[in-house]
């Protein structure tokens, strides 16, 4: 990368090597190379809040505020791809769903009009039979819920958010095995998982936060 | 003039303050009342007036002439006499649509402009004009503007303006607009819950996890924070940006005006002296338990409206408790129980009000912290996040993670709202979706960006319409368009979008749903810096005009009353001077005014002192002029 402000070799860290500018992030950067991590799903998280908070500290809008249009333009592209390293790596699920992302498998949701969604190759799908268990298992808590009988909503509840931490430690211990078949067993369980998360947030009263467990 | 003198005089006194002071402002745009604040030798301090007043009341009133009075003259006068003049509590109304305005309008002596076809953006009809809320903000900030121009004796590096932390972005830009059109170059949008906190974490060391309870005129915000090793991170943020002070007024006011029964409760002026006796009687409340204020419902006819505090926190109670439901999802958004929490800080006016406090003090079951005044602290935490800004002392130290407040969108298929940045997500952030084309040859697409937690498009707020042009043409399902978002540190919303295929850039039009286009923005500040001039000239042309009448008219009467003063040639060169003056009276140039002026001074001055000291003479008949001095610095009593 040449520098945007003096014309040198720029070098990889944010600031130029040669002149001390903030050089504009690489767009396919890889997340956990963002933040100095080894891409697995044992992060170590301690190291990559400090990582984070670090660089922010380093490459943050607010250090820029006054600084050249083309620094500020940098800064503010270096934040977001820091904020979304963090974002992704800190949560289990997203950090999953990322891992499998690298390796060719999308597991990501289906968005109407996404033109992703329409043309993916490589998408997992849920086992027929499973769908059957979880479509079963919604009309009992529907049930449950239109006879008010809150006890048992809440033991549906416990006992899916036990099935869903046993789920995500499996997934975790099958993506870092690094055995062949093993991402795929994963990514099947991935797709369980949300099925899970969506029965955790109905049991719970519909709303629930953007998706961490 | 006397500015430069004294910089001479005292050059080692005021070098070594301005050394550390940077010339970045943090501006309180609030509701009620706003304030500007400096951070002086290390410390944050809200600027005052001549009297010592650091708030100004948010009120303008709009003269017919064109003239704008802004604050308390604005409010405690003319607001009673000119109710649809005179402008309250904007921020109300700050990007937000006529249709918008209506649902706020139950009790308001507002007027608003009913324009043709234009149904984006409030205009009221004040002063024989129609301003927009944008330009009613800016009047106010460019008062704060001056007074702090006036105390840093010079030009501004730039401004941070709060918001309330759930100002969704039609209302940020707003802000954002009227900070520039006021001729501040707007450093950042900070929210105030935020502010709040950097003022009280850096101040009081405070570490841990907070919620800030920020209760102010016209919105509510709650932010729950932690604070460690200088890293502000908001873990989340709910609210009411329209749950205030003003509504327990307007709560209070129709009970008053129900209780007081006759009075026409369709009059401007009847509802301007209710809801200000309301406010008067809830302000009274706050120390005592009963109280009583008179008001003229009917002309020529007092009325006296009283009030308890038991009655009046019955009537608010239901008002308050609308605080409940964004405080348990802000909790549960932050993932944090209510009782966990480090402290609770107390920011705004309406969290006076000892039923406020009770109430907070109940909820997270902890005693609120407050010993930072609750007017101030936010425009205090401005100010240190515009010196850090500016490079000044704690930058790179300090760290702000900020969230974005509500979900952002765009309308899929059925009216469903997708959401591709969800609130609470810290910003900057940024999102992508590819989108591809439904028919062959296809080079238009239609965009509708929208705002807020709801599943359905139309239950969410309209922020903007974007029409990408420019597609190369091919067969439908072939181009893909990716569209990004892309939030900055101010919270606001830019969208942009390239044809991948082809990689061209597709040229995106913008319709704001609610307030002005860029285009609309840029004229007004134009406009603004033209006329600007313009007023100025004027103002100092007729200031001139009326010193120049004043100094011919006391020449001519001294010339008539003691013509034997006059020395040879004298009264000629002072005729002379005067013509001078009178000619450049008749024309445009204010300099030239001056100048005659000065040069009138010159010539009669010798004369004017001859007189003084004949006037002294006849007055104290033949005392020296020491002896004069020696009797009026006698004081009274000692005689």
């Known amino acids: ?213 | 003039m006397a500015e430069a003198l004294f910089q001479i005089a005292e050059p080692g006194q005021s070098r070594s303050k301005h050394a550390c002071r940077t010339r970045a402002v943090g501006i309180d745009l609030g509701t009620t009342n706003s304030l500007v604040a400096i951070v002086d030798a290390g410390k944050p301090v809200a600027l005052a007036d001549e009297h010592g007043e650091t708030m100004v009341p948010s009120v303008v009133h709009y003269r017919g002439d064109g003239g704008v009075v802004v604050g308390a003259d604005a409010r405690d006068r003319l607001a009673l006499d000119f109710p649809r003049d005179t402008i309250a509590s904007v921020k109300r109304f700050m990007g937000r649509g006529p249709r918008d305005a209506e649902a706020t309008r139950k009790l308001t002596p507002y007027q608003f402009f009913q324009g043709a076809g234009d149904q984006s953006v409030v205009r009221f009809a004040a002063g024989g004009r129609a301003v927009t809320p944008m330009e009613v903000s800016a009047d106010i900030l460019r008062v704060l503007r001056l007074r702090a121009e006036e105390a840093l004796a010079g030009p501004l590096q730039g401004a941070v303006i709060t918001v309330p932390a759930y100002f969704d972005d039609g209302q940020r830009q707003a802000t954002r607009d009227a900070g520039r059109l006021a001729g501040l170059e707007v450093l950042r949008l900070l929210n105030e819950p935020t502010a709040a906190a950097l003022a009280y974490g850096l101040d009081k060391q405070a570490e841990g996890t907070f919620a800030v309870f920020d209760l102010g005129g016209g919105t509510f915000d709650v932010s729950i924070l932690k604070l460690e090793d200088g890293v502000f991170e908001v873990k989340s943020t709910g609210g009411d940006s329209a749950l205030g002070g003003d509504d327990f007024d307007r709560t209070i006011a129709e009970a008053l005006l129900a209780r007081a029964g006759g009075a026409d409760a369709g009059d401007a002026r009847v509802i301007r002296h209710v809801l200000d006796a309301a406010r008067a009687l809830k302000e009274k409340l706050t120390i005592e338990s009963a109280a009583a204020v008179d008001v003229e419902l009917v002309p020529g006819k007092t009325t006296t409206l009283r009030l308890t505090r038991a009655e009046m926190e019955a009537l608010v109670t239901p008002v308050l408790e609308r605080c409940a439901g964004p405080l348990r999802r802000a909790l549960a958004d932050a993932r944090v129980e209510r009782g966990h929490l480090s402290g609770v800080i107390l920011v705004g006016g309406a969290t006076r009000m000892p039923l406020v406090r009770r109430f907070v003090e109940e909820w997270f079951g902890q005693k609120p912290l407050a010993d930072i005044d609750p007017d101030q602290v936010v425009a205090l935490g401005a100010a240190v996040q515009a010196d850090m800004l500016a490079g000044g002392a704690g930058a790179g130290d300090v760290l702000l993670l900020d969230v974005v407040p509500l979900s952002l969108g765009l309308e899929t298929m059925g009216g469903i709202a997708e959401k591709l940045i969800h609130r609470n997500t810290t910003v900057p952030c940024g999102a992508k979706q590819t989108f591809t084309t439904f028919a062959d040859n296809q080079t238009g697409f239609d965009l509708h960006v929208v705002q807020g937690e709801r599943e359905l498009v139309a239950e969410c707020r309209s922020l903007a319409r974007f029409t990408l042009k420019g597609i190369p043409p091919m067969p439908a399902g072939m181009a893909r368009l990716e569209v990004t978002f892309m939030v900055d540190a101010d919270g606001i919303l830019r969208v942009s979008a390239r044809e991948e295929t082809t990689g061209k850039e597709a040229a995106i039009e913008v319709k704001p749903s609610y307030g002005l286009t860029d285009d609309e923005v840029e004229r007004m500040i134009l406009d603004s810096i033209a006329h600007g001039d313009e007023d100025v000239k004027a103002r100092l042309l007729a200031e001139q005009r009326v010193e120049a009448d004043g100094i011919v008219a006391a020449a001519r009467a001294a010339m008539r009353d003691a013509p034997e003063l006059l020395e040879d040639g004298e009264r000629d060169a002072i005729e002379e001077a005067l013509t001078a003056v009178e000619a450049a009276r008749a024309g445009s140039d204010h300099h030239a005014i001056r100048t005659a002026i000065e040069t009138l001074d010159h010539a009669s001055k010798a004369f004017a002192t001859r007189r003084m000291n004949k006037a002294l003479e006849q007055g104290f008949r033949g005392r020296n002029v020491d002896a004069v001095d020696a009797k009026l610095t006698e004081r009274p009593g000692e005689r």
């Open chain 1, 1 to 213: 990368m040449i520098c945007w402000s003096c014309q040198k070799q720029a070098g990889a860290a944010p600031l130029c090597a040669a002149c001390g500018a903030l050089q504009p992030p690489d767009d396919a950067a890889d997340l956990f190379a963002v933040l100095g991590q080894p891409a697995r799903f044992a992060v170590d998280m301690p190291a990559a809040e400090a990582a984070y908070k670090d660089l922010s500290r380093q490459v943050h809008p607010d250090r820029f505020a006054t600084a050249d249009p083309r620094a500020r333009r940098a800064s503010l592209a270096r934040t977001v791809q820091l904020n979304l390293a963090w974002h992704t790596l800190r949560d289990p699920l997203r950090r999953a769903e990322y891992l499998l992302l690298r390796a060719g498998i999308d597991v990501g949701e289906k968005k109407p009009g996404d033109a992703d969604g329409q043309r993916a190759t490589n998408k997992v799908a849920a086992p027929p039979a499973f769908l059957i268990e979880i479509l079963e298992l919604n009309d009992e808590l529907a049930a449950a819920k239109r006879a008010g009988d809150t006890v048992k909503v809440a033991f549906m509840a416990e006992e899916m958010r036990a099935r869903a931490r046993e789920s995500m430690n499996e997934i975790g211990a099958a993506l870092d095995a690094g055995a062949p078949g093993k991402l795929e067993e994963a990514a099947r369980s991935l797709v369980a998982l949300r099925y899970y998360q969506r029965f955790i947030d109905q049991a719970s009263g519909g709303q629930g936060g953007d998706g961490a467990p």
